[in-house]
């Protein structure tokens, strides 16, 4: 379980990043308030994200709530080329947020980082007694490098939708739980993709529960999966949505089909941690040009 540093358990759905727009500042900040007075209080933050700018309307945000009541989780992101990179992204943070601490330091990808990773391990390790940063999170690890980092991963931010289930097919996240490690995924609901495919299972349950299929997926994530998951979205009424799916139950054989659900073409894929010739590197799966896009 991880908690805000005034006490409070981080919310099972974080406030994802990817496409915030600095040019659309003011109506991206009132999204991530309303986010926050909604009692969402844990945001995934990127330098990579629209070269930079993102963090920009983050800031502005950060200045709107108290710091210990927020959980900010910074990523270690791409031109990450040689050790001393992690540092200096770190110092990027403290001087764009103006913030003091980190809730957790998370590593984007082993792919990203342009040396072996065990030094990143081993520098982690030593920047986060510099930086007392409260944990130390990994994402799109494979199942033999989480092993390496079990001693100390507080969260592990992993790929996961209804067609996705790599990280559950691998036993990622059966290991996450049994080692007290947070799970979140990512792009759950595929970014709407998911529900544009009308697939038969899930339009069948919004119908049966009175519910939006993104509803019916969110739900069956958080409760009956028990894994966080981040989404993004800059529009208030989908946020509205998106929240007041954990207000309901589905029966066991409801959960059921959507955990028995596959899609043979996602399934066929052959998928890589690092950067294996002929195969997708983990992250970049939910956006093959499977269904309808
Ligand atoms: N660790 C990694 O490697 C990794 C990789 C990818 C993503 N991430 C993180 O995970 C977060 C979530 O993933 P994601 O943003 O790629 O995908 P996502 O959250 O599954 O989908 C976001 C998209 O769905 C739309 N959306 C949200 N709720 C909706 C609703 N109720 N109805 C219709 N459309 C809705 C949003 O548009 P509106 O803004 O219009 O609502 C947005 O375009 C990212 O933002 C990022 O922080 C991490």
């Known amino acids: 379980m991880l908690y ?18 600095k040019e659309n500042i003011d109506k991206e900040v009132e999204a991530l308030k309303y ?19 993102t963090l920009d309307v983050i800031a502005k945000f950060l200045k709107s709530v108290k710091r210990e009541d ?15 990179d992690i540092e200096k992204q770190i110092n990027t943070y403290i001087e764009k947020l103006e913030v003091s601490y980190f809730d ?3 590593l984007h990808s082993p792919a990203i980082i342009g040396f072996d990773f065990k030094e990143y391990v081993k520098e982690i390790k030593r920047l986060q007694k510099k930086y007392k940063f409260l944990n130390i999170g990994y994402s799109n690890l494979s199942p033999e490098m989480f092993e390496q980092v079990k001693d100390h991963i507080a969260y592990f931010e992993g790929l996961y939708n209804l067609e996705n289930k790599i990280n559950e ?13 947070a799970f979140y ?6 970014r709407n993709r998911t529900a544009k495919q009308n697939y038969k299972e899930v339009v069948s349950l919004a119908n049966k529960y009175s519910k939006t ?3 019916i997926l969110i739900n069956w994530m958080v409760k009956h999966k ?19 799916s954990l207000n309901f139950e589905m029966s066991k054989a409801d959960y059921k089909s959507l955990d028995k659900f596959r899609n043979a073409e996602f399934d066929k894929l052959k998928v890589s941690y690092l950067n294996e010739e002929g195969a997708i590197r983990i992250e970049t799966v939910p956006n093959q040009p499977i269904g309808i896009l």
């Open 4 to 21: 805000t540093k005034s006490g409070n358990a981080v919310s099972k759905i974080g406030i994802g990043t990817w496409t915030i727009k």
């Open 35 to 53: 986010y926050f007075s909604k009692g969402v209080n844990y945001i995934d933050v990127v330098l990579a994200y629209d070269n930079g700018t």
């Open 70 to 84: 927020i959980f900010i989780n910074a990523f270690i992101t791409h031109g990450c080329q040689q050790i001393s």
């Open 104 to 106: 957790c330091i998370t």
């Open 169 to 181: 097919d691998t036993d990622v996240i059966k290991a996450c739980q049994k080692n007290n490690t």
């Open 185 to 190: 995924a990512f792009q759950p609901l595929r």
């Open 213 to 215: 299929q993104n509803q």
């Open 226 to 244: 028990n894994i966080g998951i981040l989404i993004k979205s800059s529009n208030k009424d989908h946020i509205k949505e998106n929240l007041e």
